[in-house]
């Protein structure tokens, strides 16, 4: 249950190879936390995302279900722009030449912090990107005197993207893992996919017609309450229908709420329990259409804001801009409109002579990811019940709480419905 975009992995699948499956979702809309969104007669995302290279089994998926990645992501090789100057791009070489000229190359770097950061890369890459024991990206940074601009502009916004954690809580290995994944081996891993489209089209709605086609359903609005047995089947809530197997990929903090017939997740109750969230916020400017950026993603120096996306380059309409602000702060505390006031102060820095906004709307998702802290414990996929499984961006992975993540899982929780 739950049509986020771990629980359509998972029903595509399934579908994908004769098992069909009926996904119940407790909203009107598909895609849980990237979802599409109305305002303004304008469609928008629940939250700006970004893809990256690495993310193979979301691009897989979104292939399989007939979303074309190619068509419907603007794929740029990685590149940090911000307000201020600093730019550093990957040229597209191969792997480490990219790394290498992006880091020598960078406006904002000299050359001995490039040499730093290349050691850095090296010194990760011997231990074969493991932490021993896991510590914060702060003290991981600090031991490698990854310090000034490079932990300013480098560092910091990745952690702050991938792991939606500061850098004094964020776990040191997974941001490890996730450097490991997005900046080594292929060049391709490190491109930044950039949605053309909204994240509805992106997967959930294509998914959900694959579903469909291959003998499943999503049942929309529908919100599971209860799980109990029936003998070996599932039932939910009082629906006569039986189930043999039930992944349960809502958010955490939904799923715990579903355990309490089952004393054999007590365990996995305890871990989602000790879970702690960062927010997400995204504000977006509808500016009059001439307002573009010189890219359609532009690093912010804040000291709010932290990028900029100009959808007007991506998915429409000409003129909107997209901030993002990534894990917890002062911003938390301010009214919506008045945050919306400040971020547009700090634009009008970054494009000089920006004109008001015809309307502004901020989209706080207050528990937009798990947060991604030291040695965190996280509840596995397969549950000692039998035919019961989680699935979501916070079961056990070595990724943070990101689309990747979630498919990851739901395509784990199929295959172990497969093999049984
Ligand atoms: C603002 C924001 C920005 C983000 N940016 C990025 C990004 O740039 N890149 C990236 O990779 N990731 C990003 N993420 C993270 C990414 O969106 C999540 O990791 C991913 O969407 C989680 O998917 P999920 O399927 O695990 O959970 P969810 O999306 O939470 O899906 C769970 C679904 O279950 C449903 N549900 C809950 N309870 C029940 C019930 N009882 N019965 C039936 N259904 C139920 C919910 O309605 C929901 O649809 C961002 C997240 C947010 C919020």
Redesign the pocket.
Known sequence: ???????LAAAVSLADRGIPATV????RSL????RRVSSEGTDLD??????IGA?RQTLALMRTVGAAPEKLLMRVPLELRFDDGFHLRAPRLPYPLNLLAALLGARGLNFAQGMAAIRFMSRMRAPRFSIEPDCSVAQLLEAHEQRGALRRYLWEPLCL?ALNTPLTRASAQVFANVLRDGLTGARENSDLLLPRTDLGLLFPVPAAAFIGAHGGSVEMG????RISRDGTAFVLDDSPQRFSHVII???PQ?AAA?FDVFPGLDEARRTIESLQYEP?Y?CYLRYPDGVHLPSPMLGLTGPMSQWVFDRGQLSGPKGLLAVVISASGAHEALPQQELAGRIHEELKVALPGLPEPRWTRV?G?KR??FSCTPGLARPAISTPVQGLYL????TASDYP??????VR?GLAAARLIIST
Not at 1 to 7: E, L, Q, R
Not at 24 to 27: G, I, Q
Not at 222 to 225: E, G, K, M, P, S
Not at 401 to 406: Q, S, V
């Open positions: 249950m739950g049509a986020g975009w771990a629980g119940f979702e407790a909203s895609g849980g936390r990237a629940n939250g700006q995302h970004i893809l993310y993207s529908v919100a599971v309450r990929a809502c958010a939904h579903l997400i995204t989209i998702e937009a990811t699935a979501g961006d916070y709480g990101t689309l990747e993540a979630a899982s």
